[in-house]
């Protein structure tokens, strides 16, 4: 069951992972005039690398699973692919938050 489950979330992959990299183009376009471009590009730049070297794995890993060692092997370093873009979210948020607008409520 387990190797069938990650099977399938191979499978899914590249067709979701995109979406990370679409998903921080907007955001880089609705903050990009309060934000250092520096940051900014920085921060884009690690959306397109990390979601590719994680396309690349799905792929590979996808094409050559084999015994439940590798198996778990592959999901293991699926999952350290998913936190690492999870990181960057909140990596973005914690570097992009002095610089965005405030607004108070009373």
Same mark, same amino acid.
């Given at each position: 069951?387990?190797?069938? !489950?990650?099977r399938? *979330?191979?499978? !899914? /992959?590249?067709?979701?992972?995109?979406?990370?990299?679409v998903?921080a183009?907007?955001?880089a376009?609705?903050i990009?005039?309060?934000v250092?471009?520096?940051l900014l @590009?920085?921060? *884009?730049?690690?959306?397109?690398?990390i979601?590719?070297?994680?396309?690349m794995?799905? *792929?590979?890993?996808?094409?050559r699973? %084999?015994?439940?060692?590798?198996?778990?092997?592959?999901?293991i /370093?699926?999952t350290?692919? /998913? !936190?690492m873009?999870? *990181?960057?979210?909140? %990596? !973005?948020?914690?570097?992009?938050?002095p @610089?965005?607008?405030?607004?108070?409520?009373?």
């Amino acid at each position: 069951m387990f190797v069938e !489950g990650v099977r399938s *979330l191979l499978a !899914g /992959t590249p067709r979701s992972i995109p979406f990370n990299t679409v998903l921080a183009i907007v955001v880089a376009v609705i903050i990009r005039e309060s934000v250092p471009h520096t940051l900014l @590009y920085i921060w *884009l730049a690690a959306f397109v690398v990390i979601p590719a070297a994680r396309l690349m794995h799905a *792929l590979y890993a996808k094409a050559r699973l %084999g015994p439940i060692r590798q198996v778990r092997n592959h999901f293991i /370093t699926y999952t350290v692919f /998913t !936190g690492m873009n999870g *990181l960057l979210w909140g %990596g !973005g948020f914690i570097l992009f938050e002095p @610089y965005l607008p405030t607004t108070k409520v009373a």
